[in-house]
């Protein structure tokens, strides 16, 4: 037993760890926090640049004042989301991205409304997009824009969608002869041609398939063109 004794390894305890090690952790803590602080409330890494893309009837400072954007925001409190929020508020804007660029720079990415018909309302010339979201009042029709016929004009409006829909499934040639759409109902669609010509066109029942026939049977003279049947279309 006391040989036992005598062979068994003596155990050393671990030298003590350097000071500084414990204050190592809570040092990279402070000074990621102070870090955090600075990045997220200075100006030092604040926006710099705003850059507008995609703009042509918004100039790029109506959409920098209308995103609120500030000179100087500190970068990481710049949300692209609430960004987008207010830009959709434009009635011009259908749509809007933001982008930081690092360090300094936020991108603005606009896809305005574009005008596809004009409706005459009691209080001036509305102006229409593809959806029938009115976007804007002006004093003079636009130029090479239909006007729509119909007893009202409204996004969420049957005959309006019907009409634009129409007149979004015609060729561009056709379509830029155009002058007006007439609409009384969804199921009762007329185009006003260019030289005096009508086209009957009814629902949106086959739209493909009127749009496809109705070039070359404007080749045909005539005034009045039915494809409210389009297997059956008439010239009269």
Known sequence: MAERARRRPVRRSAPPAPAWRRFLLPGVL????????VVYFSPLLGVRTVRVEGNDGLSSDAVVQAAEVAEGTPMLRVDPERIREHLRGVPKVADATAVLDWPSTVIIQVTERTPAAYFRATDGIRVLDVAGVPFE????????????RA??????????????????????P??????????????????????????DWGSLKDTQRKALILPPLLTRPGTVYDVTTPALPTVA
């Open 30 to 37: 402070a000074v990621a926090t102070i870090g955090f602080l």
């Open 174 to 199: 056709v379509r830029g002869e155009v002058t007006a759409v007439l609409a009384r109902s969804p199921s009762d669609v007329r185009l006003e041609l260019t030289g005096g010509r009508t086209v």
């Open 137 to 148: 009042t002006v004093a003079e029709p636009p130029a090479g824009v239909p006007e729509l």
């Open 151 to 172: 007893p009202k004009a409204a996004a969420d409006d049957p005959t309006t969608r019907a009409a634009l829909s129409v007149l979004v499934a015609l060729p561009v």
